[in-house]
């Protein structure tokens, strides 16, 4: 199967978006790429170093790189505010309701424009809106007036009524509002007290009736859906992130493009599924991969060793005792555990097991062979994807005796702050290309083999040895540092033997980031040519011949 069908004009979108943006809005992308700052500090440290970026010029983007901008929570309110005085000034109603009817639109202006300039009242009328009211609900006292909720009839009972006419009390409404957004967490469709009315509460209302605290709930609840509603617009999936990103890769688009995308908080992952970076591995893949470990690595390596499958329906059965008599215990099959021919040809005792050539055992073993060629290829892919998972969960070990590497590097040599930094930088290199690594053996073992995967198990390789190499390096204690020994490596100073580390270091990193962006430059060029084949059937998980 080829991951193939998928339109092709996400990039017509991406583009129409942002001009959209552009001409409508000049204030909303005005502070640039989310990555500027970082690129900033690249550029002065490779230039420090003497490296030259693979592609100079830093605007041209890579085939596995996608364009992307963060936004902090204020301009997002302000984009939202634009967004419903736009629509508001369009339909000629109220903001509050022009925002309940973006809403309901999934803030998809130009449809509801077009819809409700077709049908007015039916639109609003779904939206739970009405538009041609100005006037807003306001806090009444009623003659003789009983709330139907709570009964009370009091004189100078204050009452609410939205334009529907159901008057409830002030207390009823409070009480209502404070269940619906502070238990239920409700936000965008809270709507009037009186049973099957559809009328929406406008954030005007709820302004008034709630206390601040709850108001304030209420608000981020609002920014939170207009986020989640936007196609365009992803929160950052770090706890406590207060950044969203903006990305126009389209969901249709996920089987030709992993969207990786950067936060200001340095956390980098998934647009389209908002799972860490997991290039090069496409999203449905990954999320296929991912149930099938949980499912079944554990025990992938117990039932390779402990069992066998039963030749009639596949079902796999554990031998726990010395008869080689098997009964299974799903469709009751009953054959033999050593030549896996059926029990019934055996006779009733079982040394007169000597049926080896028998069709029925002969077949039989055969496909017991083909099932278990399948579960060692899964624990073939899984074993090594677990492995650089496990090896960057051992990072933060890393990482401290990097730091403490680098203070005594400063104190022993001549090095200064920005020159020991170097090391720093290798471990977040290889900490990055072990994340590669780890997917490139989920989309493998997805892969139908052709010479096109030969060619992706060759960069598969080349970045493996570069990283393995760069890791050891970066273990290894550093002489004349960590032991005080002054004289090392013969003739050598410790400070000139410092630098030919840091020269070392330096040559292996550049050479580990050149190997990942072959790597993924190949994989994501072979996504948008569809090259490369697939071997799984994505509705169900299953694996094709
Ligand atoms: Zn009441
Ligand atoms: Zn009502
Ligand atoms: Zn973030
Ligand atoms: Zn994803
Ligand atoms: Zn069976
Ligand atoms: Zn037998």
Redesign the pocket.
């Known amino acids: 199967m080829s991951a193939m069908d998928v339109n092709d004009d996400y990039q017509d979108d991406m583009l129409d978006c942002d001009d959209d943006i552009v001409d409508d809005e000049p204030d909303y992308d005005s502070d640039g790429m989310d990555d500027e700052d970082d690129d900033d500090e690249e550029d002065d440290f490779d230039a420090a170093d003497g490296f030259a970026p693979v592609i100079a010029d830093k605007d041209v983007k890579k085939a596995y790189e996608v364009e992307f901008l963060v936004h902090s929570t204020d301009e997002i309110i302000e984009f939202q505010n634009k967004e419903i005085a736009h629509v508001a000034g369009i339909l000629g109603c109220l903001p509050e309701h022009a925002a309940t009817m973006l809403r309901q639109f999934k803030w998809n202006k130009e449809r509801l424009i077009e819809r409700y300039m077709e049908d007015p009242e039916g639109e609003s009328e779904k939206a739970g809106v009405v538009v041609d009211t100005k006037k807003q609900p306001r806090f009444t006292v009623v003659n003789k007036f009983e709330c139907p909720i709570c009964c009370s009839d009091e004189e100078g009972l204050e009452t609410l009524a939205l334009s529907c006419g159901h008057r409830f009390c002030r207390d009823c409404y409070e009480a209502y509002l404070n269940e619906k957004i502070a238990q239920q967490g409700e936000s965008r469709r809270i709507q009037c007290m009186e049973a099957g009315c559809r009328l929406v509460v406008d954030e005007k209302t709820v302004e008034m009736v709630v206390s601040p605290k709850v108001y304030e709930k209420y608000r981020n609840l609002l920014l939170r859906t207009f986020v989640d509603d936007s196609a365009h617009l992803k929160w950052c999936p770090a706890p406590d992130c207060i950044y969203a990103i903006e990305c126009h890769v389209p969901q249709s688009a ?1 089987d030709e493009i ?2 990786t995308v950067k936060c200001k908080c340095s956390n980098q992952f ?6 860490p970076d ?1 290039q090069p591995c ?2 449905r893949l ?1 999320r296929l991969w991912l149930k099938k470990c949980a499912d079944d690595s554990e025990t992938a390596n117990w039932i390779s060793a402990n069992t066998k499958e039963c030749t009639k329906c596949n079902s796999t059965i554990e031998k726990n005792g010395g008869c080689n008599h098997m009964t299974c215990k799903k469709c009751k099959y009953e054959f033999c555990w050593v030549c896996l021919g059926p029990w019934s040809e055996h006779g009733t005792q079982w040394y007169n097991c000597n049926r080896f050539d028998e069709k029925a055992s002969v077949d039989a073993r055969d496909a017991q062979a083909k099932s278990r060629a399948a579960l060692e290829r899964y624990l073939h892919y899984y074993n090594r994807y677990a492995n650089h998972e496990q090896s960057a969960k051992l990072s933060s070990d890393l990482l401290q005796k990097t730091a403490q590497k680098m203070e005594a590097l400063q104190s022993t040599s001549t090095l200064s702050w920005i020159e020991v930094q170097f090391l720093r930088k290798a471990v977040d290199v290889l900490l990055e290309s072990r994340m590669t690594l780890k997917w490139t053996y989920s989309f493998a073992y997805y892969l139908k083999r052709d010479n096109m995967t030969a060619l992706f198990e060759d960069n598969q390789r080349d970045l493996e040895v570069a990283v393995e190499s760069l890791n050891e390096l970066l273990e290894r204690p550093i002489p004349g540092v960590a032991d005080g020994v002054q004289a090392v490596n013969g003739h050598m100073g410790v400070e000139e033997s410092i630098r030919d580390l840091r020269q070392q270091v330096l040559d292996k990193m550049g050479y580990v980031k050149s190997r990942r962006e072959v790597l993924l430059t190949d994989t994501a060029q072979g996504l948008k040519e569809h090259r490369w084949k697939l071997n799984v059937d994505f509705k169900t998980g299953d694996m094709l011949d």
């Open positions: 996920l992993v969207p998934c647009f389209g599924c908002t799972l997991h496409i999203c990954v």
